[in-house]
């Protein structure tokens, strides 16, 4: 018998072999407590390879070195997205489910819609959209079939690729170049030979998934107002990222297709939404399926009904084309929710009147609350339960004490099963019981300017209302550091009381910890609201225009208060500044500052300067 003498040293590595009888592979490890390993196999002993190093790991060859570099790069390419899938989705069609999914969902952008043989599957990269889809899972429920739609959600690899920051840019000034804001329109023609592209050398097809979703992103963020869109001579088959086009172009009548692949009306019908009245489709391989015109006309208008040009050639819309809008169409979406505005001062100034005795560094002001719940009858009750950030995890509540607090009063009903034992711990009833409860809360700093208030139920006996908006907790953050801002919402039932006031009956409290993305994305949103509030009819001058504004905010009794909507014009913007600085006595530029935080709303303005009077520095009035 012959045995093979072996190295330990973790660099004398090598293979050994005997030189009798046949040859004999085994692999040794070579760990430094081994030393080494003796391997009879018949009359044979080896040594085997290299690969083992002398931690018993493999070592890592060039090509492992190239595929591992390869891998890391494509994962480095590659954008995660939320991908939708409603598994029987033929059965219901794309129309159906996306419409249906766009009155439950605010502001949904699907990406590259597509009917997989039974499945519907489209992708979304907005994270809320994504849990709201979540959220109406199986909660929509066909008319027809009675089915409840079943709604999966996935975080994914998206199907495209990340674009470079060089391409990125040249896509901008290509589009950039080739719009034409003052007729509206957009000409993609030849898109990729054009010489921005070609003496870079860089392939930008909008055949590309990637290079289409950044022409389309484009044109929601910069040129959401076309009318006319050519992408002609594009070789495009295929219109899944042209599907989102209903979504951010959804003024566009004229669309130009001809020169390309498209081999299939299935792939306009990804188009179905828009109200196009133009359409250039010659030169297509659907074309050629079509032996009379009448047939090709027909095809074409059960997609888009208003057509009055196909193909450079007249020809009328269908009878049927306009009966759309005639439907019932949802109320514009407004910052808030008044259904009898002469209740809007009671409202108004309870809430002022309440969170300006709630707020304070602790909780020793609020014992005045107590003169605001009905003595018996009242009842409180909390529940926390922070949102999903970037479909990973909760966001965490900032301070581990105050959490720690809180979340032991929590009435979360999806979680009964943890404190349904000890149910009347968490329902705090009466006045004395509810006051004293909150007088232990952490102290609170709500902003009032980022406040909404929605009323729910008007009766003669009954008045429900929830506000909610953002809040700093203690403790508060000291000047220059940034607060760590909170959301919350209040659901108020109140009862009147003699005098013209009101007692709480039932107080339901809902809080939740946020990022700094989604706080910027809420106070995005509620600018947005707020903007809604358009000018006031006539040519008045810009001071008359405040006064009226004013004059018609403070009779809040008269039915066309609703209506009443504030300018924004540099001149009207002076003259409000002018009158606030009057009225609130505080430095023009701060008046500024107050109307540009509360979006140019007098009213609003005014409720977050009574606010936050007392707060508000010295410097900001004249000196005495």
């Not at 484009?218 to 088959?237: C, G, M, P, Q, V």
């Amino acid at each position: 018998m012959v045995f093979a003498r072996v190295s330990t040293s973790p660099r004398d590595a090598f293979r050994l072999s005997t030189t009798t009888g046949p040859q004999h592979a085994a692999r040794l490890s070579t760990s430094p407590r081994e030393g080494f390993r003796r391997v009879e196999r018949g009359r044979s002993i080896t040594r085997f390879s290299i690969r083992n190093n002398v931690y018993g790991g493999r070592h890592q060859t060039a090509k492992d070195r190239a595929r591992s570099q390869l891998k890391n790069k494509q994962a480095a390419d590659v954008e995660k997205a939320w991908r939708v899938k409603i598994p029987s989705g033929q059965k219901y069609g794309a129309p159906f489910i996306l419409s249906t999914l766009s009155a439950h969902v605010e502001n949904l952008k699907p990406i590259m819609p597509k009917m997989f043989s039974t499945e519907f599957v489209f992708f979304v990269r907005d994270d809320d959209a994504a849990h709201a889809i979540r959220s109406v899972h199986r909660r929509i429920k066909h008319a027809e079939t009675g089915d409840r739609l079943n709604i999966i959600t996935n975080l994914v690899n998206a199907p495209w690729m990340k674009l470079k920051k060089e391409e990125k840019e040249a896509i901008e000034e290509v589009v950039n170049r080739r719009a034409d804001q003052r007729s509206r329109a957009l000409e993609l023609n030849l898109f990729a030979n054009d010489e921005a592209f070609t003496k870079r050398d860089l392939m930008m097809n909008l055949t590309k998934n990637n290079v289409f979703l950044a022409v389309v992103e484009l044109i929601e963020t910069d040129y959401s107002n076309l009318t006319a869109l050519s992408l002609k001579d594009n070789r495009l088959k295929h219109l899944e990222v042209a599907a989102m086009l209903p979504y951010f172009a959804k003024n566009l009548k004229v669309l130009d297709l001809s020169n390309n692949h498209i081999d299939s009306l299935e792939e306009l019908e990804k188009l179905k939404g828009l109200h196009l009245t133009t359409l250039f489709l010659e030169n297509n391989p659907v074309c050629e399926k079509y032996t009379k015109a009448s047939d090709y006309l027909r095809a074409v208008q059960d997609i888009f009904p208003r057509i009055s040009m196909l193909d450079g050639n007249a020809c009328s819309p269908r009878p049927d084309a306009f009966d759309e809008d005639k439907k019932a169409v949802e109320p514009q979406t407004k910052p808030g929710f008044y259904s009898d505005i002469s209740i809007q001062p009671l409202i108004d100034n309870f809430i002022i009147e309440y969170f300006k005795t709630y707020d304070g560094v602790d909780g020793r002001s609020r014992k005045d609350l107590i003169n605001a719940y009905d003595d018996e009858n009242s009842k409180f009750t909390l529940c926390l339960e922070s949102l999903y950030e970037d479909g990973a995890a909760k966001t965490r509540w900032a301070n581990d004490a105050n959490y720690t607090f809180l979340i032991r009063l929590s009435h979360n009903v999806k979680q009964e099963d943890k404190w349904k034992r000890n149910r009347d711990a968490r329902i705090f009833r009466g006045a004395m019981d509810v006051t004293a409860q909150v007088c232990k809360m952490p102290g609170t700093r709500h902003l009032q300017e980022t406040f909404l208030v929605d009323v729910v139920l008007t009766t003669p006996s009954l008045l429900i209302f929830s506000v909610q908006g953002l809040f700093e907790e203690t403790p508060f953050a000291v000047s220059p550091s940034t607060p760590t801002l909170n959301f919350f919402s209040r659901t108020f039932a109140v009862t009147p009381k003699p005098n013209g006031a009101v007692a709480v009956i039932s107080d339901e409290l809902y809080l939740s910890a946020l990022t700094a993305a989604r706080v910027d994305r809420y106070r995005k949103q509620l600018a947005r609201l707020n903007a809604t509030i358009a000018p006031v009819a006539g040519p008045a001058a810009a001071s008359a225009a405040v006064n009226d504004v004013a004059d018609a905010l403070s009779q809040l009794g008269k039915e066309n208060a609703t209506d009443v909507q504030v300018t924004t014009s540099a001149d009207q913007q002076a003259a409000m500044v002018a009158a606030f600085s009057a009225e609130s006595g505080m430095l023009p530029e701060w008046s500024a500052r107050c109307l540009q935080d509360s979006a140019w709303n007098y009213q609003l303005a005014g409720q977050n300067f009574l606010a936050s009077k007392d707060r508000i520095p010295k410097e900001a009035f004249p000196a005495q």
